[in-house]
């Protein structure tokens, strides 16, 4: 991760017909590689979540694209079928369309034979584009968690975030965790509250994996204790990422931190949001009446899943018959955000803070 040849999808070497993955959902107790071969594999594998983060669903779309012309026996047809049935493979993070749409702005009047050449150079700058991205992030957020630094006089710099917003959520660096690992780079006493992120876990088993191998110092907490630590002065600042931000900078992000910027704003605390501008949607502007908030299987509610010595199980909490609802995503109103941490500067959370960094989209 950030390491910098870390990636979370690749060509498969010496097979140019593959693409490989980790299978996020065996983390953290196996690091398992997992072949796309065929385009399907790509929205099973958005749908069924081995990947998931908003940048890293955009590129998995992206290179299944690719997989589409390469096999397809007609791959202008093949593009266009697997480019319908990815947009449908998950509905709240933007880079989906967002990629989806770059690849077929590239590949239109392309002629057949040269469509997979074409995808292959567009999913890969997508991927080397993304990285770049949240080291520009890092480097934007950085300042923000040495400012702490220095106010507390060394003392260590205590960050919160929710679900993974990660390397794993991205190809390398992840959004919010970037400027927490360049600060972690450079000698800085940062410390992260993990929030466990119910139901995936995607704290217990993603954020807390990465930061590990990482050597940063993290706690994992239940998702209802960010806002005690918030009352007791433990929490010096909250970071998290988004799947869709609006162009009044109303952001979605996983379940659960809507309630995050609530206990963060009665408690003084600055609640920061990273961003790639891919995940900024110029069409919306009122992020709760107009964000689809994907609406997930009842079993990840239902169920725990985990390990018994070295055999994988599952476990089931709640009882049979039991109505559940597990709508996967929630949006935080801009007035409870105090900033946007983008590639290109932090911004306040308004469209007059985005149209200043980023002019050429809000005005298009
Ligand atoms: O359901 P997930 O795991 O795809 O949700 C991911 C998040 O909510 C992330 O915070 C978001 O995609 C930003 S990733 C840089």
Redesign the pocket.
């Known amino acids: 991760m950030s390491s910098d040849d870390f990636r979370t999808i690749w060509l498969k070497p010496g097979d140019a017909g593959t693409v490989q993955i980790i299978d996020q959902r065996q983390l953290p107790h196996d690091f398992v590689i997992h072949d796309l071969a065929h385009w399907s594999d790509g929205v099973e594998a958005i749908r069924d979540?081995y990947v998931?983060?908003?940048?890293?669903?955009g590129a998995t779309a992206a290179w299944s694209l690719y997989l589409a012309a390469l096999h397809g026996q007609f791959p202008t047809e093949e593009v266009r079928k697997a480019a319908a049935a990815l947009l449908e493979s998950?509905p709240t993070?933007v880079n989906l369309r967002w990629a989806i749409d770059r690849v077929m702005r590239q590949a239109q009047d392309t002629p057949a034979d040269d469509l997979a050449g074409v995808i292959r150079r567009d999913a890969e700058a997508i991927c080397a584009e993304d990285v770049e991205i949240c080291l520009g992030i890092g480097r934007a957020g950085l300042p923000l968690l040495e400012a702490i630094a220095e106010r507390k006089d060394g003392g260590a710099v205590n960050v919160l975030t929710?679900?993974?917003?990660?390397a794993l959520?991205?190809i390398n660096w992840?959004?919010?965790t970037a400027p927490i690992y360049l600060a972690h780079q450079q000698g800085l006493d940062v410390h992260v509250w993990v929030d466990e992120t119910r139901p995936?876990n995607?704290g217990t088993q993603l954020t807390a994996w990465e930061l590990a191998q990482n050597g940063v110092p993290h706690t994992v907490i239940v998702d209802n204790a960010g806002g005690h630590l918030m009352q007791h002065g433990e929490v010096d600042i909250v970071i998290?990422?988004?799947?869709r931000t609006t162009r009044s900078g109303d952001v979605a992000?996983?379940i659960g931190?809507y309630l995050k910027a609530l206990a963060a704003n009665d408690n003084g605390i600055p609640f920061y949001v990273?961003?790639?501008s891919t995940?900024i949607d110029w069409t919306t502007r009122d992020g709760i009446a107009e964000i689809p908030i994907?609406e997930r299987n009842a079993d990840e509610v239902t169920m725990s899943y985990g390990r018994v010595g070295d055999d994988r199980c599952a476990v089931r909490t709640v009882a049979e018959g039991t109505r559940v609802g597990n709508p996967?995503?929630d949006v935080t109103p801009a007035r409870l955000v105090t900033g946007l941490i983008t590639e290109r500067g932090v911004c306040a959370a308004s469209e007059e803070g985005l149209a200043g960094l980023f002019p050429e989209e809000a005005a298009g």
């Open positions: 979540m998931r983060g908003a940048p890293l669903i998950r993070a929710h679900c993974n917003a990660g959520a991205t992840g959004t919010a995936r995607q998290t990422g988004t799947d992000n996983k931190t990273a961003l790639p995940t994907e996967a995503f």
